[in-house]
């Protein structure tokens, strides 16, 4: 069983910093040549693409959080986090981390907050 178990959300200030955390357990054997993104979906809204890094460690993301967010993974530890600074509030919703090898596994999501 593949486990998806998102941390670091939470309510912040704009311009303020947050750290997103995944950490995946049960995918040990195949996590490096998986690629691994967070999604989010704010209120009714679609869920849309944050981020993502393929095996090759190739990193694309959304164009309104470039040069904002940074998304990184640690293969030795089967974990993937999202740095977000300069937060707005249009990057409020639920973060949601997925893993995608042969199938796709998704997280519980984390909520993100940017209010004053």
């Known amino acids: 069983q593949v486990h998806l178990v998102e941390s670091g959300g939470g309510l912040v200030h704009p311009g303020g910093s947050l750290n997103l955390s995944c950490a995946v357990s049960?995918?040990?054997?195949?996590?490096?040549?998986?690629?691994v993104g967070w999604y989010r979906q704010a209120l009714a809204s679609e869920r849309e693409l944050v981020a993502r890094?393929?095996?090759?460690?190739?990193?694309k993301y959304l164009r309104s959080v470039n040069g904002r967010f940074t998304m990184s993974r640690d293969n030795a530890k089967n974990t993937v986090h999202l740095q977000m600074n300069n937060l707005k509030s249009e990057d409020s919703g639920i973060y949601y981390c997925?893993?995608?090898?042969?199938?796709?596994?998704w997280g519980q999501g984390t909520q993100v907050t940017v209010s004053s």
């Open positions: 997925y893993l995608k090898a042969a199938n796709e596994y």
């Open positions: 049960g995918s040990e054997r195949f996590f490096d040549i998986a690629t």
């Open positions: 890094i393929s095996d090759s460690g190739r990193a």
